[in-house]
T-cell receptor
């Protein structure tokens, strides 16, 4: 149990385009989902916390207009990187929280912006 | 953002050796978690600790929640090649938000 999936697993896009990443909890309902970014050889940095049906809470320094988060159902959250630039290239990881508060992580999405 | 101090940053050991890593913080946490991340994958939960002083095992892994609630350690006994990866500690203060350590990269020589 407690499986979280992400799609796509990797994506390459041109500078200026937008990219959408999906995060799904497959076998449980997640009232809260989290989005992290991880640069090479670094730790995970929380970008935003997403509660189903409400606006996401962004961490300091994360642009909400650039990283759009939608959490429309208890099993799906999406992160859209708008007008992506090379510096947005990173490994994006979501996690979903069970009612017991344990966070389970997805396999990550590697974004490369050319 | 806030981070935990995790050490060592990297370890190079022989197969069969024991491993020890730890995390410290200036803040108190209600929960300590240890994750393992393989290259190109998301973190996988190894052990969760919920009470100060708690000592919990998961196979060859043992972790403890420090009495002060500001530290935790993870031990791996009799390391095997599949233990290779990056280990992260994470503290949770409530409201579900996790704060991660910088990670310990474990390399094992066969």
């Amino acid at each position: 149990g407690a499986v979280v999936s992400q799609h796509p697993s990797w994506v390459i896009c041109k500078s200026g385009t937008s990219v959408k990443i999906e995060c799904r909890s497959l076998d449980f309902q997640a009232t809260t989902m989290f989005w992290y970014r991880q640069f090479p050889k670094q730790s995970l940095m929380l970008m935003a916390t997403s509660n189903e049906g409400s606006k996401a809470t962004y961490e300091q320094g994360v642009e909400k207009d650039k990283f759009l988060i939608n959490h429309a159902s208890l099993t799906l959250s999406t992160l859209t990187v708008t007008s992506a630039h090379p510096e947005d290239s990173s490994f994006y990881i979501c996690s979903a929280s069970e009612p017991t508060d344990t966070q389970y992580f997805g396999p990550g999405t590697r974004l490369t912006v050319l | 953002g806030q981070q935990l101090n995790q050490s060592p940053q990297s370890m190079f050991i022989q197969e069969g050796e024991d491993v020890s890593m730890n995390c410290t913080s200036s803040s108190i946490f209600n929960t300590w978690l240890w994750y393992k991340q393989d290259p190109g994958e998301g973190p996988v939960l190894l052990i969760a600790l919920y009470k100060a002083g708690e000592l919990t095992s998961n196979g060859r892994l043992t972790a403890q929640f420090g009495i002060t609630r500001k530290d935790s350690f993870l031990n791996i006994s009799a390391s095997i090649p599949s233990d290779v990866g990056i280990y992260f500690c994470a503290g949770q203060q409530g409201a579900q938000k996790l704060v991660f350590g910088q990670g310990t990269r474990l390399t094992i020589n066969p």
